[in-house]
């Protein structure tokens, strides 16, 4: 090989590994080296307790040694919008799983949520198993008064077999008179052409919804109250306890030979609970605990 040869093959080796190193450097180390997470968008902060919107969020890639540990990927970021920030988080900033409350256990002051202790006074019954972080819901009970049995015998006791006669005759009157009724209204809305409201009383609508099981959106504000102070369907749903604690102000928890799936023994006798509630919820559950409604829970 001739001289000149060697020296332009030394060149060429000597310059691509000079420009080798330099890609090396610049993108082909970052490309290996990083991996895409979901951070703030930068020039924006999501506060403690904020709602995680989209518009928070971007995808960017970072340096594998920089990554913490449950850091949000981007095939998960949908699952965290519209969760909570636990604590401040500023613009640029890896977000990761210790930073959003999933669950909604932590109050949101955004909404009104306040940890609220329930007295043990307001509560017909509970599961014994239940513990800190379940989901409960929360139905109305109220307890059926014994019948006056005084203002009974003044209406009824001492009637003569000719006054419960004219009683009968009464009401046998007052049906023919509806029946006489709706007979006439039927005709006056034929002449007119226009057609008579079949409507049933709410009550009768909700007894039969039941039966029929109807979808829950088939129902009016009014037929969701009877239901509700019937104690057929939860007044709250879902609402997280926060601390269910003995009489002694003690975590009451999962004793020896249970486990969280199979509750078997426990650190002692739940007697008081504290929930995450709005003020709403609040009142509401105030205006039915005065009104002689307990509370029936349940957990799931």
Do not use: C
């Amino acid at each position: 090989m001739k001289p000149w040869m060697k020296i332009a093959a030394g060149i060429t080796l000597a310059a691509s590994v000079i420009g080798f190193i330099i890609i090396w450097d610049v993108k082909i180390k970052d490309q290996i080296d990083s991996v895409e997470v979901v951070i703030v968008r930068p020039g924006m902060e999501i506060l403690a307790n904020e709602t995680i919107s989209k518009n928070h969020l971007m995808i960017e890639k970072r340096k594998r040694t920089s990554i913490v540990e449950g850091v949000i990927m981007p095939n998960e970021m949908d699952s965290i919008i519209g969760s909570y920030a636990k604590h401040h988080l500023i613009g640029n900033s890896i977000i990761s799983a210790r930073s959003i409350d999933f669950e909604g256990l932590k109050p949101n002051p955004y909404h009104g949520e306040a940890i609220r202790p329930i007295p043990n006074d307001w509560i017909y019954a509970k599961p014994s198993t239940v513990r800190r972080n379940d989901k409960i819901d929360l139905y109305l009970f109220q307890e059926e008064k014994a019948p006056d049995e005084s203002k009974s015998n003044v209406e009824i006791s001492g009637l003569s077999p000719q006054q419960v006669q004219k009683l009968e005759e009464l009401h046998r009157a007052q049906q023919e008179e509806s029946q006489q009724y709706e007979e006439e209204r039927k005709e006056i809305a034929e002449d007119n052409k226009v057609e008579v409201s079949e409507d049933k009383g709410v009550e009768v609508k909700v007894r039969e919804s039941i039966l029929n099981e109807k979808s829950k959106e088939e129902f009016t504000d009014e037929e969701f109250r009877i239901l509700v102070e019937a104690g057929d369907i939860p007044l709250l749903v879902g609402v997280p306890i926060i601390y269910a604690k003995d009489g002694s102000g003690n975590e009451v928890e999962n004793g020896t030979n249970s486990s969280q799936e199979q509750r078997l023994t426990s650190t002692g006798t739940i007697s008081d609970l504290e929930l995450i509630l709005t003020e709403d919820e609040y009142r509401s559950l105030k205006r039915f605990i005065e009104q002689g409604y307990k509370l029936y829970i349940t957990y799931h």
